[in-house]
């Protein structure tokens, strides 16, 4: 049964699927930045980057404030949190660098990635 942080989740996943928007949060990891700041970086006109900053804020990974005029985009820790959460719950699969499928099918073939007879 999906939830609602599947769904979440699967918005993070298709926003950051592109590499101008991972560039984006990327950049604003290290500080707020105003969208022609971001358009400028990208080398995009700002009807461009306005749609991958949509993307973002669809996803909720980017906040938005508006100071006079000016439009400036922060990062929203929380769905990245939750990002990290989902995948921390692999690590205990993950075994070390020779726990490779290579070594399963050796395994499952009778011998142990070591030599040793699995009987």
Known sequence: MRTSEDTELDG???ALANVHRRSIMQALSLQPHSISQLAAMEEMSL???HKHIRALEDAD???RRKVGRTSYLALHRRPLRDLQKWVGEFN?????ERETL???AQYLGGTHPDGKDNQ
């Open 61 to 63: 990974l980017v906040i």
């Open 12 to 14: 993070v996943f298709d």
């Open 47 to 49: 009807p461009a980057i």
């Open 102 to 104: 290579e070594n399963y």
């Open 92 to 96: 205990p699969h993950w075994g070390n």
